[in-house]
Nanobody, 127 residues
């Protein structure tokens, strides 16, 4: 089992920054893809960003590209999401998730690919 705990959510004004963190514990693997998804009430959970084990291949949803940066620290078993230039439409519950893959996986954007999930952290962007 793998446990994921997100932190860093909160209320921020539009245009401001916020940094989310996710700490993994349990049977973690360095070959995990570590990703972020978000969900608003009544909508499907959507892909935000993910990063492979060596941090050479980050992937982003078009809606956040250029504003959000995903990173990870394998020694700390953590991943981060630096969110800049936040918009009210970024308001959502943000979830950390991981799945194990030794190579490139073209399904990195599908929530069905991810095996473990955190409990979520609320991000609210005021206009």
């Amino acid at each position: 089992q793998v446990q994921l705990v997100e932190s860093g959510g909160g209320l921020v004004q539009a245009g401001g920054p916020l940094r989310l963190s996710c700490l993994a514990s349990g049977r973690t693997s360095i070959t995990f893809y570590m990703g972020w998804f978000r969900q608003t009430p009544g909508k499907e959970r959507e892909f935000v960003a993910t990063i492979n084990w060596n941090s050479r291949n980050p992937y982003y949803a078009d809606s956040v590209k250029g504003r959000f940066t995903i990173s990870r620290d394998n020694a700390k078993k953590s991943e981060y999401l630096q969110m800049n230039k936040l918009k009210p439409e970024d308001t959502a519950v943000y979830y950390c998730a991981v799945f194990n893959s030794r190579g490139y996986d073209s399904n990195y954007y599908r929530q069905e690919s991810y095996d473990y999930w955190g409990q979520g952290t609320q991000v609210t962007v005021s206009s």
